[in-house]
């Protein structure tokens, strides 16, 4: 299958890459897309040495799929041109994850809504796919009515340019690398993305919008805090999930225990906790610290973890990928 990768030489990029190696996703021709002072740069790729070429060049070869991390202001000007020739874009900005006539897909939950006509579908936004993954067997027997979501981010979910600023700092080196509009070593921003006029964070809206969007249910209400933490490689929340229905915390374990994609790590008496370190390069997303919220009725606290490159970005888009490719809507 021949397969393109826009933004190839990206944080995200590079992970899409790996992780098409290690999940053995039967590429025959890869297409590494990047920027024009990129062209001719070599990549490689399965022991392979692959050479970075246009989008032109890309489009023109016309690839069963086109794996997108290159920005929202390129996704819209260049995931058509690849829709027009054929190509599946599976696309990882937020462009088009609140079109309404696009899919937002996170497999475990919504991949069967997928159609031969869907040509541009979106990948999540990193924080909302692990929290929905999380939620959505809760979700679905017990009815999810509110959800209070805090969230601790790393620097690996703005980029290259995040994490030399952090590793600059902390060195006590010269900052010529400067991601954010405060020191971030040592500190904690409360501040993702673009504040918008209701005082919330684009990144906080993201996920307000999404988990209805994804889960299918306009009815659930989301309020979030996104906050950005010295940390390279994963994201953690704290999720505070108010049900329709009554639970018992031992069905709880039970149903996580049993979801796709989830791994319960929860064992108070050792210390035993889900942490980014140890989500880091891993596909599964982390849940534990379950516990009743003892303030009111059918309320539950959660602690979720993942890295927000595999599962939040380049892992989600590859299964979207895998999915289309079992179901017959991708050509090999």
């Not at 290259?160 to 900052?175: H, I, T």
């Not at 796709?260 to 108070?268: A, K, S």
């Not at 595999?310 to 179901?327: F, Y």
Request: aromatic share 4%; with cysteine; charged share 25%.
């Amino acid at each position: 299958m021949k397969v393109a990768v826009v933004g190839a030489t990206g944080l995200v990029g590079g992970e899409m890459l790996k992780v098409l190696a290690e999940r053995n996703f039967p590429v025959t021709e890869l297409l590494p897309v990047a920027s024009e002072k990129s062209v001719g740069q070599e990549i490689e790729f399965r022991g392979q040495k692959y050479k970075v070429v246009s989008m032109d060049d890309a489009i023109a070869a016309r690839p069963a799929v086109a794996i997108f991390s290159a920005g929202g202001s390129i996704s819209k000007e260049e995931a058509p041109r690849f829709a027009e020739v054929g190509t599946v874009v599976i696309d990882n900005s937020s462009a088009w994850r609140m079109d309404p006539t696009k899919k937002l897909v996170v497999p475990e939950i919504n991949a069967k809504e997928l159609t031969p006509e869907d040509k541009i579908i979106a990948n999540p936004n990193c924080s909302t796919i692990q929290m929905v993954v999380a939620l959505n067997k809760l979700h679905e027997a017990y009815t999810v009515q509110r959800i209070v979501v805090s969230t601790y981010q790393s620097v690996t979910g703005t980029g290259k340019k995040a994490v030399d600023q952090l590793m600059q700092e902390r060195s006590g080196s010269e900052v010529t690398s400067q991601a954010y509009p405060h020191p971030i070593d040592l500190n904690v921003l409360p501040h993702i993305d673009v504040f918008e006029d209701n005082g919330y964070t684009k990144e906080e809206m993201k996920m307000v919008k999404e988990t209805k969007k994804i889960m299918g249910d306009e009815n659930i209400r989301v309020t979030a805090t996104t906050v950005r933490i010295p940390v390279v490689g994963g994201h953690s929340e704290a999720v505070n999930v108010e049900f329709e229905k009554e639970f018992e915390l031992e069905d709880v374990y039970r149903i996580l225990r049993e979801t796709e994609g989830v791994e319960v790590v929860d064992d108070v008496k050792n210390n035993v906790y889900p942490m980014p370190k140890d989500a880091h390069g891993k596909d599964a997303v982390l849940v534990g610290r379950l516990r009743r919220d003892e303030t009111q009725p059918r309320t539950l606290n959660m602690w979720v973890v993942a890295d927000n490159l595999r599962k939040g970005a380049a892992t989600n888009a590859v299964q979207i990928a895998e999915k289309m490719l079992q179901m017959g809507l991708l050509q090999e």
